[in-house]
Nanobody
Framework: QVQLVESGGGLVQAGGSLKLSCTTS????????MGWFRQAPGNEREFVAA????????FYADSVNGRFTISRDNAKNTVYLQMNSLKPEDTGVYFC?????????????????????WGQGTQVTVSS
């Protein structure tokens, strides 16, 4: 079992930006496809973005496409989620996840069950 650690969450006004990070000290994640999910109170966990092991492909939920960017620095064993033009509906706990596979298809990347390792989450609150 690998424990991922997210950071970078906080309180921001609508229209602002945050950059989340996800890493682990337990092993390399450079061979893993990675994803970001979020969960608002009373809602199910939903897909936000995913990236292949080498950054060659990335996928986004329609709700964040054009505003959020997922990236990775394998030398730092870290995956990022740059969030711009934040909206109140972006509020929630953001989780990163790792898949044993290096590449996921567009469809498979959106399902939480596809991922093997998870972090504890970081809270993002966007005020109006």
């Amino acid at each position: 079992q690998v424990q991922l650690v997210e950071s970078g969450g906080g309180l921001v006004q609508a229209g602002g930006s945050l950059k989340l990070s996800c890493t682990t000290s337990e092993r390399t994640i450079s061979t893993n496809a990675m994803g970001w999910f979020r969960q608002a109170p009373g809602n199910e966990r939903e897909f936000v973005a995913a990236i292949s092991y080498n950054g060659g492909s990335a996928f986004y939920a329609d709700s964040v496409n054009g505003r959020f960017t997922i990236s990775r620095d394998n030398a730092k064993n870290t995956v990022y989620l740059q969030m711009n033009s934040l909206k109140p509906e972006d509020t929630g706990v953001y989780f990163c996840a790792a898949d044993r596979l290096g590449v996921l298809s567009h469809d498979r990347s959106r399902y939480a069950d596809e991922y093997d390792y998870w972090g504890q989450g970081t809270q993002v609150t966007v005020s109006s």
